[in-house]
Antibody, heavy 116, light 109 residues
Framework: EVQLLESGGGFVQPGGSLRLSCTAS????????MSWVRQAPGKGLEWVSA????????YSADSVKGRFITFRDNSKNTLYLQMNSLRADDTAVYYC?????????WGKGTTVTVFS | QSALTQPASVSGSPGQSITISCTGT?????????VSWYQQHPGKAPRLMIY???DRPSGISDRFSGSKSGNTASLTISGLQADDEADYYC??????????FGGGTKLTV
């Protein structure tokens, strides 16, 4: 069974950048799409982005469009989220998940805190 | 796009059945059979319970069932157990090629 592990979270000032990574176990990473979902403290789930298995097509929520870039390296079984121009309302636990119209495997999440 | 609409909370006694609704529009729930439901216990990652409106992943109890009528999807949990107490979220694919979540429903058993 696939397992996902996020990393790269931390503290950053408004306007700063951070890159999250999500590494998948197993050998079939290139056969499925991947997603990022976030959850602000005490709030519900918010879909952030998705990327098709080849990496050539991505989809993003309006709230992050133009600031966040989703990409993947199938040779390293790794998904990335490059977050630029961070704002206080980007503070959240960020989860990576397998697939995207439904997400059947989730990582444990990594916390991003944007503060001044 | 606005989040899908779910009741903030529902409750039931052990052994009873409850239903959680999730209302959207013809651009999301009503237009596609890509509705899924997630369970989340405090401090834990979400867990997929239902996908494609009514399909259950391997390992999910048949006490959990999903359905859809028009722009509203529903999750029914029968034979409530203490461990079912959690937050539940619906999600749907949209005509903008995005994914929308509901605001979440807190289930108290």
């Amino acid at each position: 069974e696939v397992q996902l592990l996020e990393s790269g979270g931390g503290f950053v000032q408004p306007g700063g950048s951070l890159r999250l990574s999500c590494t998948a176990s197993g050998s079939d990473f290139s056969t499925y799409a991947m997603s990022w979902v976030r959850q602000a403290p005490g709030k519900g789930l918010e879909w952030v982005s998705a990327i098709r298995r080849s990496g050539t097509t991505t989809y993003s929520a309006d709230s992050v469009k133009g600031r966040f870039i989703t990409f993947r390296d199938n040779s390293k079984n790794t998904l990335y989220l490059q977050m630029n121009s961070l704002r206080a309302d980007d503070t959240a636990v960020y989860y990576c998940a397998k697939e995207w119209t439904y997400m059947d495997v989730w990582g444990k999440g990594t916390t991003v805190t944007v503060f001044s | 796009q606005s989040a899908l609409t779910q009741p903030a909370s529902v409750s039931g006694s052990p052994g009873q059945s409850i239903t959680i609704s999730c209302t959207g529009t013809s651009s999301d729930i009503g237009g596609y059979n890509f509705v899924s439901w997630y369970q989340q216990h405090p401090g834990k990652a979400p867990r997929l319970m239902i996908y494609d409106v009514s399909d259950r992943p391997s390992g999910i109890s048949d006490r959990f069932s999903g359905s859809k009528s028009g722009n509203t999807a529903s999750l029914t949990i029968s034979g409530l157990q203490a461990d079912d107490e959690a937050d539940y979220y619906c999600s749907s694919y949209t005509s903008d090629s995005t994914l929308l979540f509901g605001g979440g429903t807190k289930l108290t058993v």
